[in-house]
């Protein structure tokens, strides 16, 4: 004779225990996303501090190649002009060539750390500012207001831009740039670099 086996129990996950293991895991990928957003704006921030150092050395590198201008003060701008002088193809004296490496300089500086589509002209993005001047204390100062003194034999290239940090109407918060002051655009603060040198 065979033996009666009684029926076992079904044994499984349940419907509740399907829908928090899928909780779980969208939670992890929304932490997961978070992390990623957050990756590039840390990225665009680092980015955004290697371009200004760039367009720091590229002026000192011009200044050192015209050394005349430098001895002439021609370099020292507390307020760079928006246009270009007329010495792209023909001979330039060292004053030229010093407004000409300015001018260039400043659009070339806008155009990396701003937000304008290239279209051939000089850029005049508001929100990027740059100057050379000579300055014995060059941290000092505020947005738009460089505070240059004129003493001492230290050259000074300092370079703002907005960089995002607050939180915006309908967006994620960061809050990785500690060193900005705050700006006129929400959500986003005055990122300064400044770079002291002898040419």
Sequence with gaps: MYALKHPTKERGMTLIEVLLAIVIFAIGLLGVAALQVAGLRYTKGSQNRSLAI?????????????????ADGKYVTPDVSDELPG????DCTPA????YD?????????QALGVKVYDG??????NVNATVCIDSTPEDGTNGAWACDGSGGIYAIKIEWLERTTAREGKLADNY????TASAVEGFVVNRFVLRFVP
């Design 54 to 70: 760039i367009q720091a050395e590229n002026i000192a590198e011009r200044m050192r190649a015209n050394p005349a201008a430098v």
């Design 177 to 180: 740039s500690s060193s900005g």
């Design 96 to 99: 030229q060539m010093a407004e």
């Design 87 to 90: 010495c792209v193809s023909a």
């Design 102 to 110: 300015l001018a260039t300089w400043l659009s070339d500086t806008r």
């Design 121 to 126: 002209s000089l850029n005049t993005d508001p």
